[in-house]
């Protein structure tokens, strides 16, 4: 009864990992905000000592975005391009989850220039994909060894593939709220110069007219002082409005 007992056991906290992962994705949380809490998730589920996800920057290295149990010197060391001399590179370079279940048997680095680091003695590491593209490594590891058993495959797969799915279902996002905001800038441009061209011809006529009428009107008239302050307001509304339409007009 032991093996279906544990099989189960295992089988709800897959369920209980993928319902608190697709929660956060759901949020539309920052992403590194969403990394953090799956960094919280991992070390509290599976008793780690330390775990990472590290993601492609645009200079092509691998870089630690969020992670637990790590020290800022070993971080520093982690940032470098994948290659296959190293375990993370040699991750995510062939799509493969790794499971080293004791670091005294390796013979390269997990992804810095030391063999091991932190007093890591087992680790497991799976890739993080978009769209069948890599674009990172999730690592987990352990002070103890022998702390991954082989049936972590299919838990430290799902986990890296809920990772990827958040990273790009929040970037989507953004891009959209980001495309909405530009169409509504874009929409307010356009209304804003339509009623400045209506306004600028109705002031065109009101102007006209206002200055023939200044020019009729005798200077000891009492009410050349209204037509002048009228033709003077009607000028500085020009301006503006003309402000406006020159400021639209060089956005486009």
């Known amino acids: 009864m032991e093996p279906v007992a544990r099989q189960l056991?295992?089988?709800?906290q897959k369920i209980?990992?993928?319902?608190?992962?697709?929660r956060l994705v759901s949020s539309l949380l920052h992403v590194q905000h969403v990394l953090d809490a799956v960094m919280d998730l991992l070390a509290r589920e599976?008793?780690?000592?330390?775990?990472?996800?590290?993601l492609l920057d645009e200079e092509g290295n691998l870089r630690i975005?969020?992670?637990?149990?790590?020290?800022?010197?070993?971080i520093e060391q982690a940032t470098r391009k994948p290659t296959i001399d190293s375990y993370s590179g040699e991750c995510f370079l062939t799509g493969k989850i790794l499971i080293i279940n004791d670091?005294?048997?390796?013979?390269?680095?997990?992804s810095t220039t030391r063999i091991v680091g932190e007093d890591i003695r087992s680790f497991a590491l799976a890739p993080i994909t978009v769209?069948?593209?890599?674009?990172?490594?999730?690592?987990?590891?352990?002070?103890?060894?022998?702390?991954?058993?082989?049936r972590f495959n299919d838990v430290i797969d799902m986990i890296a593939a809920q990772v990827g799915i958040a990273i790009r279902t929040i970037e989507l996002e953004q891009k959209a709220r980001k495309l909405v905001e530009a169409e509504r800038l874009a929409t307010f441009?356009?209304?804003?110069?339509?009623?400045?061209?209506?306004?600028r011809n109705s002031l065109t006529v009101i102007g006209g007219m206002a200055r023939r009428l200044d020019k009729k009107t005798p200077d000891q008239d009492p009410r050349?002082?209204?037509?002048?302050?009228i033709v003077d307001e009607v000028r500085t509304l020009e301006k503006k409005i003309s402000k406006i339409i020159s400021i639209d007009a060089s956005a486009e």
């Open 189 to 199: 441009g356009r209304m804003s110069q339509r009623i400045a061209h209506e306004c």
């Open 46 to 54: 599976f008793g780690l000592d330390a775990c990472s996800i590290r």
């Open 9 to 12: 056991r295992e089988a709800e």
């Open 65 to 74: 975005k969020s992670h637990r149990g790590l020290s800022k010197a070993f």
């Open 224 to 229: 050349k002082e209204y037509t002048q302050i």
């Open 131 to 150: 769209e069948g593209e890599a674009i990172g490594v999730l690592v987990t590891a352990s002070r103890e060894k022998g702390h991954f058993q082989e």
């Open 16 to 22: 209980r990992i993928l319902h608190q992962i697709a």
């Open 103 to 110: 670091s005294d048997a390796i013979d390269k680095p997990i």
